[in-house]
C-alpha cells in the first residue's frame, strides 16, 4: 500500500513523525512523505524534523510564503504532479494549515482516497483561516481520526458517516511522550540563565492577535504588568516580528526589563522551555494540548478554542485578548492559584499505532474486493 503523508507546517511535523514511525514496523506499508515548504526557513522546519528524526522529505514543493489564495493555488499545482507520478493508494493531511486543504482538494478530484487526522475540531469561529481548512477537509475525507469524543459529535452532526469516524487519541501527545525524556538533557535554561518554575513561556503568532496592532498593543500592554511580577520568556514568529518592526513597537518592548524575546527554537528546546515554566500564555492550538499533558497552567489568548476538551479535562484557561483577564488569570498562578487537570482518553503515546492498524485492515479489506 502506497501512502503519501503531507507536511507544510511546523505543528505538522510533530503529528507527522509518530505516524512515520509506526509505518516503518510494516514492511507492506510503502511510505512516502512530502513536505510543501509551507514553513521553510530553519527554525520554522529544518530543527524540527532533526529533533523528531523526521527522514528527509521525499518530495519538497517549496511553496514559500504568500497570500492564502496564492500558497493553496502553488501547493495544488505541485501536489497534482506528485499524485499523478506516484498513484498513491492513499495520502494522509494532518491538522489544519493551508498545506492540508490544498492537498486533500488535490487528491480528491483525482479520486485518491483521503486519511485526514485530527479530524472534527471546532472552534465555530469562521474568521479563523484554520477553521475552514477543518471544515473542507473533513467533509472530503474518506477515514477521519479523532482526538476526542466532542471531536466524533462535531463530524456526526456535520452529516459525516459514523463508519467513517474513528476516535485513536492524539498523535502530537505521542510525540511528547517519546521526546519527553531527551527534552529533559536540553541546556536551553543554562543558555537563557533560568531557573525552573521562575519564568512564564509565551507564544504569540495568530493573525488576529498581531496583524491587529490595537489588539496586539493590548495583549502588550498585559505582559508589561506580567512581567513586572515574573520574566516572561517570547520565542518570536517570523510572523510576529515582522508586525513588532511595522507597528513600530521595539523601544517599548525594551522597556521591559523582564520580558526576553529571543529567536524561534526547536521542538526539543520548547518542550523544556515549557516543562520548566511556571505557566504559558498562547495563541497556539497545540500548545493548548502540549501544556494539558504536561500539567502546567495554560492562558490562551484568543476567544475561542477548538480544543474545549483541555478547557474541560485540562489546564487550559480561555481569556481572549482582554489585558484586564490576562493579566488576573497570570497573576493568580504567580501566586500559586492553579487550574489541575487530567489526561483525556487515548492521550497515551499510543494513537499512531491505532491509525496505522486502521490503515492496513483498510489495505487488507481493499485486497480481497
Not at 510543501?36 to 514543493?61: A, R
Not at 495583549?219 to 506580567?226: C, D, G, K, N, R
Not at 510576529?240 to 529567536?263: D, G, P, S, Y
Not at 483541555?310 to 481572549?320: A, D, H, L, P, Y
Request: net charge positive; with cysteine.
Amino acid at each position: 500500500m502506497k501512502i503519501i503523508n503531507v507536511v507544510g507546517a511546523r505543528p505538522n511535523f510533530m503529528k507527522i513523525a509518530p505516524i512515520i514511525d509506526e509505518m516503518r514496523q510494516h514492511s507492506n506499508l510503502n511510505s512516502i512523505l512530502v513536505h510543501t515548504g509551507q514553513h521553510y526557513n530553519k527554525e520554522m522546519s529544518k530543527l524540527f524534523f532533526d529533533d523528531l528524526k523526521l527522514p528527509s522529505p521525499d518530495v519538497y514543493l517549496g511553496v514559500g510564503s504568500a497570500s492564502h489564495a496564492e500558497q493553496t493555488a502553488k501547493i495544488m499545482v505541485e501536489f497534482e504532479q506528485v499524485l499523478l507520478k506516484e498513484k498513491p493508494d492513499l495520502i494522509i493531511v494532518v491538522g489544519d494549515v493551508n498545506s492540508t486543504i490544498a492537498c486533500a482538494l488535490t487528491a480528491v478530484k483525482l479520486f485518491i482516497p483521503i486519511a485526514h487526522i485530527e479530524a472534527g475540531l471546532r472552534s465555530f469561529d469562521r474568521t479563523m483561516p484554520e477553521e475552514i481548512n477543518r471544515i473542507l477537509t473533513d467533509a472530503i475525507s474518506d477515514y477521519l481520526f479523532t482526538t476526542c469524543h466532542d471531536a466524533n459529535d462535531n463530524l456526526l452532526k456535520e452529516g459525516i458517516s459514523k463508519k467513517k469516524i474513528h476516535f485513536v487519541g492524539n498523535v502530537m501527545i505521542d510525540a511528547l511522550l517519546k521526546h519527553i525524556d531527551k527534552a529533559s538533557q536540553s541546556n536551553i535554561l543554562d543558555k537563557l540563565d533560568l531557573i525552573p518554575k521562575s519564568y512564564a513561556a509565551l507564544t504569540l503568532h495568530r493573525p488576529s492577535n498581531v496583524d491587529d496592532k490595537k489588539v496586539f498593543v493590548e495583549i502588550l500592554t498585559a505582559i508589561e504588568e506580567i512581567q513586572k511580577k515574573i520574566k516572561v520568556i517570547f520565542p518570536i514568529h517570523p510572523r510576529t516580528k515582522k508586525k513588532i518592526a511595522e507597528f513600530k513597537l521595539e523601544n517599548r518592548i525594551k522597556k521591559m526589563k523582564n520580558f526576553k524575546i529571543i529567536e524561534a527554537m526547536g521542538y526539543l528546546d520548547f518542550l523544556k522551555l515549557m516543562s520548566d515554566s511556571k505557566f504559558v500564555l498562547t495563541d497556539s492550538g497545540g500548545v493548548q494540548e502540549e501544556t494539558t499533558i504536561l500539567k502546567i497552567p495554560c492562558i490562551t489568548l484568543r476567544e475561542t478554542t477548538e480544543r474545549p476538551i483541555t478547557v474541560t479535562e485540562g489546564t487550559n484557561i480561555i481569556v481572549g485578548s482582554n489585558k484586564e483577564k490576562i493579566i488576573k488569570e497570570s497573576l493568580k498562578i504567580v501566586k500559586g492559584i492553579e487550574k489541575k487537570g487530567k489526561i483525556p482518553k487515548f492521550w497515551d503515546g499510543g494513537a499512531a499505532e491505532r491509525i496505522v492498524k486502521i490503515i492496513l485492515s483498510i489495505s487488507k479489506s481493499r485486497k480481497k474486493k
